[in-house]
């Protein structure tokens, strides 16, 4: 019985010998990167196959063999196994990415079960050298919208695409066509919903899994207004609309379960866990709400939310109230970013799934960390070869290849036209995920340093319609509309953007501070200057270095001026080109050098 094996293709048969070996080339490699339980997870499974008893391999059998549980295991209330056999996988995937192309007999632990499959690889199978981007991997750069035109092509009519493919089937073929993909989706999800050994199979997670609790009713009038569900139903929908989230539905939440919140977010093998209660006074609403990391039980934030009682708008303050909920959780560097971003700096990025390298992305983002650059864009080089659906991916390379041109970040890495590469990145985000804010802020970033300011707008503007809280497009539209000096525009877009996320990048207080510098309020610009905390920025010692000399503080001045010049110390040389590839007004590119030759800078006349 142990003497070979089938594959799951119709390769011949492989001898156990040769799997062992193959095993063993496994545990060898240090590109397999498993813990040692899950080293003894996979010998486990693949001697028990090879020993002909495939049929016992269960949650409950691998529990006790490997994961030393006993006989009172419940796999419904533990998720150890299923947890541990998605890393496995996970460490399988990257090992036969990387190290393992090569191999001859490859093992696969297909989703669903436990039991591992043998394949043969062909002599004829590719082995890829190099998962970095070239230029024949982007898309085509698409025509430029003329001025005002929509930055997204709509989609084609139904009417029309149904047409198209009447062309070639005739009208009851197409029915039948529709039928038979009903009846394939019914199935499916059937087959997601259930595994072999009974318990549930998760879908593919592209982020962090996270649970709404029911929000309990604290007192009767709340229960009459039935402010729980109300209020449960608001935040699941609003944290469904961020796709960087794995989020359980209502009836998840709602359904009566046995058991704490806790035990569900551990059935569930959720990552998050979101509970918390509702209250009210005669005229108020309360909600007090909590985030727990559902694996380590530590507890991450918390925070109250209070608005006006009024039954009448009672659905629209309950949508209000979710809406601040999930703001200061789920947006760029909220409560989860910011536990998920702990730590992930210091890990590896080439195991890093697709999720981390955005995370990645987002940590090089807020400081624009210049150490950290070389890793971000190789990491998500890989993504978009290794997951190529994920649009924030496409959006954020964008990003970093824009940062060439904006900070002069690895210059010549990346050829002699990043923008030229960015540019159908960012438009393939957009194409990908519509509704997806990242993908028009790349549009609006990339659009700005080609100086087509105008396009640059309506990009941001485009994605604010579709998602019209983001704190960053709010902040980046808001912020490069007081550059222009369009300060009537930028300042409320800037102010809602810190109201909604008060964590947001400090280098956004720019528009206050220029708004305050044009305005003669050289006490308030220093005041927005001294917030902002990228000292790595030149424009962060330019503002000190300016509203200092404006106010007659001459050596706080030319210290700022040391700093910036320590940065780049022909910087007298360049500031006009500079403030200009910005592109700033006239009025405030005047202003400003202004107030540098105050502090000391030399700067050649240059007819501004």
Partial sequence: MGGAVMPDTSSPVLPAAAIREALERIFASADFDASERNRRFLRHVVEETLAGRA??????????????????????????????????????????????????????????????????????????????????MLPPDPPRPADGASIVPPPAPLQGRLGRLGRWLPWHGILILVAILALFAVWRLGALQQSPDGQAETTRRQGPAVVVAALEESDAEATRLHLGPGLTREI???????????????????????????????????????????????????LLVS?????????????????????????????EIARRVVDSLAQPYGAIYDDRITGLTGGVPEQFSSYECVLLFYAYWRRTESALYPSVRACLERTIVDDPGYADAWAALALVY????????????????????ALPLAQRAVMLAPDAPLGYQAQHLVFWLRHDVEQSFAAARAGLERSPGNAELLADLGGRLCLRGRFDEGLPLLTEAFARNPGQLTIYRLGFFLAHYMGGRYEDALTEASRIDQR???????????AYAQLGR???????LD???????????????????RNMSPEIVRAVVDGLRKAGLSVPNAGI
């Fill in 55 to 136: 049929d016992r391999i269960k949650g409950y059998s691998v529990a006790m063999a490997v994961f030393d549980r006993d006989a009172s295991f419940d796999p419904q209330l533990d998720p150890i196994v299923r947890i541990e056999a998605g890393r496995l996988r996970r460490s399988l995937d990257h090992y036969y990415l990387t190290g393992g192309q090569a191999d001859a007999i490859r093992v696969i632990i297909p989703k669903g079960g436990y039991v591992p499959t043998f394949t043969a690889r062909s002599s004829a199978d590719p082995v890829i050298d190099d998962p970095g981007v070239s230029p024949d």
């Fill in 236 to 286: 699941i929908a609003a944290l469904s609309r961020h796709k960087n989230l794995f989020v359980f539905g209502t009836d998840t939440s709602l359904q009566p379960v046995p058991g704490s919140a806790d035990a569900l977010a551990r059935r569930l093998s959720a990552d998050y866990l979101l509970s918390g209660s509702v209250s009210t006074t005669p005229d108020r609403i309360r």
């Fill in 291 to 319: 985030l727990v990391d559902a694996k380590k039980g530590r507890h991450l934030w918390s925070q109250s939310y209070e608005s006006p009682l009024v039954p009448a708008r009672i659905v629209d303050t309950q949508a």
């Fill in 402 to 421: 824009a940062d060439q041109v904006r900070f002069g970040m690895q210059p010549g890495a990346i050829g002699p036209d990043p923008l030229g590469r």
């Fill in 536 to 546: 790595d920025n030149r424009f962060t010692h330019i503002v000190h270095a300016i």
């Fill in 554 to 560: 001459k050596n706080e001045a030319a210290a700022e």
């Fill in 563 to 581: 700093l910036l010049l320590q940065l780049n110390p022909d910087y007298g040389n360049q500031v006009v080109t500079d403030l200009q590839d």
